[in-house]
């Protein structure tokens, strides 16, 4: 009998209207427009606007929309995932509430963290679910706000994140299509270099901790920097060579939308010509969870089935990864 492979059938995203711009920025802090796009690539990113508007909002209409252009009914799915750092609220599960709202009523729900590798982690819990034979159609969203954790007095992070959502079903596959190989890591010496200390166990809130502004995320940019760059490309290039895959192989490489100069980097490292490299930094930022689907979503109409993608994420604790994946359909 044929393995069951996990593929991707059908995307979807959400972003909100809202557009912050570099210039915009420069009326926050001391920064510029120049700064900001050499040494990241970003020119704007998206905020959410709107009283009591969570994370949940975006991934509803990421899952809504993906709902419209696919074959799936809400009610045919057996498990919504939401990859998310940003939570509606930090206990009750963001994803039981999605899946509530979309009318999976037939699902079970519950959210997957590990900071901006969410999605990737998410892709290998989606794929191992399908393959198992144990339910056949898991909906992934990767869904951040991230504005609501970032200090916009703060020049080393809030130029850098955006919000927003991306969706992919996935299903089983007979012709070998979909998830072909993964490699995941993790390593808890990231923790001090990108993290928001208060808030969880070890420092609940307090008025302290408020006035102090430990509530938000804070980064030592270059470390990460440094971590990311070699992390990312050395897996990158891992699921090249023990595929056995050429640089013609490879159709696209999807990497979180970090900086600019870390996907470069990864993308050299791998030999893989620019006009390959899925890029959307420009427009949204880092979306943390989000930066995969949403890519996907973005460059969904030039994906031919039978593509060879390679993925890419590095974020907080540190956990990093790569996949390789089959595109499944031509849209
Ligand atoms: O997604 C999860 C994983 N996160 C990442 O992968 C992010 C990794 N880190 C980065 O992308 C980069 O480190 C940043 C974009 C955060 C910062 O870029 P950098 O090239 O590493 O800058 P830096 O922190 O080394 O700072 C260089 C200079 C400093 O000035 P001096 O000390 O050279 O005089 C900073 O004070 O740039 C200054 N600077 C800024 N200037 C204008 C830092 N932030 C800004 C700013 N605008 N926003």
Known sequence: MAKITAAITAVGKYVPEYVLTNKELETFV?????????????????????????TSFMAIKAAEELLQKSNAKASEIDLVIVATATPDLPVAS?????????GAVNAFAYDLQAACSSFLYGMSTAASYIESGR????LLIGADKMSSIIDYKDRATCIIFGDGAGAALFEPNNEGLGLQDEFLRSDGIGRDFLRIEAGGSIMPPTLETVQQKKHFVYQEGRT??????????DVAEKMLTRNNLKEEDIQWLVAHQANKRIIEATANRVGVSSEKVMMNIHKY???TSATLPLLLADYESQLKKGDNLIFAAFGGGFTWGAAYLKWAYNS
Do not use: Q
Request: no cysteine.
């Open 224 to 233: 990460v920097f440094k971590y990311a760059v070699s992390n990312m490309a």
């Open 30 to 54: 001391d920064t510029n427009d120049e700064w900001i796009t050499s040494r990241t690539g970003i020119k704007e990113r998206r905020i959410l606007k709107g009283e009591g508007l969570g």
């Open 94 to 102: 963001t994803a039981a509430y999605v899946a509530s709202e979309i």
């Open 285 to 287: 930022g880092n979306t």
């Open 135 to 138: 339910y056949k159609k898991v």
